[in-house]
T-cell receptor
């Protein structure tokens, strides 16, 4: 089973709202990722968690706040977003390990976010 | 040095034909090359992947050809079907400690016409 699930599938929010995106995997993967994808572009890495600790933050604005409550769950908290933040938000997971580990990333279906 | 260049940007193929998408990279530290298929409104799905110790890998109608000396790899889709119409991304990464970046190509939109 290589399934990563994401909820909600679609989200519309105003610029003053607070919302959260949720991601879940049960493959035993210890690395989890958030990506942002704009139309006709490849995914852009936002955050990486390794063993539930934030490993990479690709200079993402603080209005995006990730959280990894346990090894299966990843959240992305959204607050005071801008219309240009409208995009497909993708979660991915991979195995984790020492050097030499191939981190094949498996993506979820994404959350389509529209900020009004 | 981190770029992966992908071509063509779009591709139209007749049903039953062969679709070919090419990628080139610069960073010789890359040691893993996956291809992802993405349908509109969906997440990318891993299609097939290769490591540089082999020159070709085939899974069903999908084949990756890899040329290490030229730093190029390509995806061939044999007997292309309308259901293959999607955007295809090549990518590259390396397996060093703490490495998480997947460097994506810009994508190829494939349309298979009946």
């Amino acid at each position: 089973d290589t399934e990563v699930t994401q909820t909600p599938k679609h989200l519309v929010m105003g610029m003053t709202n607070k919302k959260s995106l949720k991601c879940e995997q049960h493959m035993g993967h210890r690395a989890m990722y958030w990506y942002k994808q704009k139309a006709k572009k490849p995914p852009e890495l936002m955050f990486v968690y390794s063993y539930e600790k934030l490993s990479i933050n690709e200079s993402v604005p603080s209005r995006f706040s990730p959280e990894c409550p346990n090894s299966s769950l990843l959240n992305l908290h959204l607050h005071a977003l801008q219309p240009e933040d409208s995009a497909l938000y993708l979660c991915a997971s991979s195995q984790e390990g020492a050097g030499g580990t191939i981190r094949t990333q498996y993506f979820g279906p994404g959350t389509r976010l529209l900020v009004l | 040095q981190q770029q992966v260049k992908q071509s063509p940007q779009s591709l139209i193929v007749q049903k039953g034909g062969i679709s070919i998408i090419n990628c080139a990279y610069e960073n010789t530290a890359f040691d893993y090359f996956p291809w992802y298929q993405q349908f509109p409104g969906k997440g990318p799905a891993l299609l097939i992947a290769i490591r540089p110790d082999v020159s070709e890998k085939k899974e069903g109608r999908f084949t990756i050809s890899f040329n290490k000396s030229a730093k190029q790899f390509s995806l061939h889709i044999m007997d292309s079907q309308p259901g293959d119409s999607a955007t295809y991304f090549c990518a590259a990464s390396y397996s060093g400690a703490g490495s998480y970046q997947l460097t994506f190509g810009k994508g190829t939109k494939l349309s298979v016409i009946p």
